[in-house]
């Protein structure tokens, strides 16, 4: 990718992130509820809108020199991704197993899918690493956004 399509991307993220945070911000805090702060209906896309606008001047900012070189199969990696999300959304989610289990192995495919695409071909014997690797961080988000959700946002998961 050119740093002029990462500039144009990244003021879009900055956009988007900027629409996310303003809309959540005009939610209802549902006060005369006496609703638990952590828990109106507003915060987390509001959290997710300020982490999009800074990720998206991040990228905005960076610099052209920052690239490594590698040719970025962007489409095929976009293709991926959708199909990875799509399947949790629509064939996993809420279809029998607990939440951190089919989390848990969502992530685990996806993290181990996009290490695999990134990985250094002349890494003898890497794949049981990365398995391994990918499962330990799959595992531990899991627990940690169950628990997030749960406790924090009080917020039952299927």
Not at 11 to 37: F, I, K, Q, Y
Not at 40 to 55: C, H, I, N, Y
Not at 105 to 112: S, W, Y
Not at 129 to 144: H, K, N, Q, T
Request: aromatic share 10%; hydrophobic share 55%; glycine share 14%.
């Amino acid at each position: 990718m050119r740093a002029g399509s990462d500039r144009r991307i990244g003021a879009g993220w900055c956009a988007l992130g900027t629409a996310v945070l303003a809309a959540s911000w005009r939610m209802d805090r549902l006060e005369g509820l006496h609703v638990n702060p952590w828990s109106v209906p507003g915060l987390l896309p509001g959290l997710l809108g300020a982490l999009m606008m800074l990720f998206g001047a991040a990228l905005f900012l960076r610099g052209p020199g920052v690239h490594d070189g590698k040719k970025a199969s962007g489409t095929g990696r976009t293709w991926l991704a959708l199909v990875l999300c799509v399947g949790f959304a629509a064939g996993l989610l809420g279809h029998g197993l607990p939440f951190w289990l089919t989390a848990a192995g969502f992530m685990f495919v996806a993290i181990l899918s996009f290490r695999w695409l990134d990985r250094d071909a002349e890494a003898a014997g890497s794949l049981g690493r990365l398995a391994f690797e990918s499962a330990a961080i799959a595992i531990a988000a899991s627990i940690a956004i169950s628990l997030l959700f749960q406790e924090v946002f009080l917020v039952r998961l299927p």
